[in-house]
């Protein structure tokens, strides 16, 4: 749907966006990541023909933004960061002159009118002014102008930004739902919103591509082995967890066992393996038979905030952050 | 160009909807009317000396009220113009909305002539406050109307001219109040180009009072359609709506 090759943007003294390749398939949602500044909006305003590219060739839904620059954006829509609401219009006025310029007439705009509204559910605000609206909806009316004329791509920039914690769950459902018909690329810097909602993501760092790909990959590639978690208990109350940690180290494929934790007779150890060894079902026989309880074993799978630092090349916060994550 | 239509209509309804059409309206009302009240004051008066003089020059409507008053009016449109102008892309800028325009399947070029369209019907409202007066001469008068229609279509083509270059300079600023004392200026200029003429008449000088607004009034306030300056404003209309795709092209390359 989104076919992105070597699109660079150059400004006179810096590069925005270097060369940046990737490719969406229809029907995705794919969560463009990167700190502030990394050339998320800059590509985004390429992709929606805002801004043509210094170099490089982008198509959306097969059209060209430079060549095709109508066709392409007959078949977008675009919530930049703040939404582009006019503060002097009705909200369903709004949407209205939204949906002609978009080549909406008659009975169908009538139509799409009435199920944005519904969708997005900003039908109790239709007759307000836009101005006199709280954020929240200011943003939701901006989401609706951007589907009004049921695009094939949709392309949010922040849609999250400055809501609050229930507005921005509801938003996180709406797009989610609005996936299947539409493709989505929204960007973000908050990461639990691209683990909750995205399938795909796209990491850019200072203009570069760093990395893209699905959710769960990226989390296991930058393991790089495989680890696991186990928590320990005693049958007695208490646990020596040199001695567990001894006997972890003799099934086969382990290759580090490290205490975590340790509190009321309860041990907490990360064991990591070889990559592509599968220890788990050993690890818990040898527990077993060791005659501890095995209270929970599962893989440590990193969170996206750790990936996305350590491939951003912040290595210190990612310790951090991996040192957060472990416990529980 | 039916998108350039769409724009037109919001942005009449965003002069409309706000306080700005209607304190235009108002005073730009006021003014006219005190001019119109001041050139009827003076045409009684002279009648009156006229007739106890015993001469009989000719008094006419025409020459002496409606001539001398769109004059006027077109000089007073300098003042107004700027007003008009000012928001229309400035404002687009400063919230952002451009984004909007400028990511939806519409041409640069329809955006352009909707937004300049709807200055010209703003200001064609305001001439029709003027008419309300003339109507008075109507009543109790016998002029001739042909030279007033002509007078009024002068009227709106230099309104046109200005208001183009005044939809350029407001694509070159996020500020409203910068563009609209840029446009303020410019419009004053224009005008004053012309009093060179009255010192000097080397090339330059004509060049210069050629280029001034003013001077391509006068036939049009005769009642007499001179092609030349239908030509001349047309042309600044041209250049200005040109200039206006080009800068907001160029915004496009810079940002």
Known sequence: MINVKELTKRYARTTAVDHISFEVGKGQIVGFLGPNGAGKTTTMRMLTCFLPPSSGSATVAGFDVLEQPLEAKRRIGYLPETPPLYPEMEASEYLRFVGKLKGLSGEELDKRIDYVCDRCAIADVRKKLLGKLSKGYRQRVGLAQAIIHNPDVLILDEPTAGLDPKQINETRDLIKNLAGSHTIILSTHILPEVEQTCEQVIIINKGKLVATDSVRNLQARARGAESVILEIAGRNGTVEPTLVQQRLVKVSGVSNVSLKNQQDGRAIFEVESQKGQLVRGDLARAVVESGWDLNELRPASMSLEEVFLQLTGNETLAEKAAAKGAQP | ?255
């Open chain 2, 1 to 255: 160009m039916r998108n350039a239509w769409v724009i037109c209509r919001k942005e009449l309804a965003s002069y409309f909807v706000s306080p700005v059409a209607y304190i235009l309206l108002i005073m730009f009302g006021l003014i006219f009317g005190f001019f119109f009240w001041n050139a009827l004051g003076y045409f009684v008066n002279e009648g009156i000396e006229m007739q106890l003089r015993g001469s009989s020059f000719p008094m006419n409507l025409n020459e002496q009220i409606i001539r001398p008053l769109l004059q006027n009016v077109s000089v007073v449109g300098l003042f107004f113009i700027p007003m008009i102008t000012m928001r229309l892309f400035a404002e687009e800028k400063r919230t952002g909305t451009i984004e909007l325009l400028a990511t939806s399947p519409v041409r640069d070029l329809e955006v352009i002539v909707g937004k300049w369209l709807a200055a010209v019907i703003l200001y064609s409202c305001l001439l029709l406050f003027t008419a309300v007066n003339f109507a008075f001469l109507f009543k109790y008068g016998n002029p001739d109307w042909k030279p007033l229609l002509v007078g009024y279509l002068g009227l709106l083509l230099q309104a046109g001219a200005l208001l183009a270059i005044g939809t350029f300079i407001s694509t070159l600023t996020k500020n409203q109040i910068i563009a609209g004392a840029v446009t303020f200026g410019v419009c004053l200029l224009l005008w004053v180009l012309e009093w060179v003429s009255g010192y000097e008449s080397s090339t330059w000088a004509r060049v210069l009072a050629y280029l001034s607004v003013i001077t391509h009034f006068e036939s049009f306030g005769r009642g007499v359609v001179d092609s030349k300056d239908a030509i001349f404003y047309a042309t600044v209309i041209f250049l200005g709506l040109f200039f206006t795709a080009r800068s907001l092209e160029s915004l496009r390359w810079r940002s």
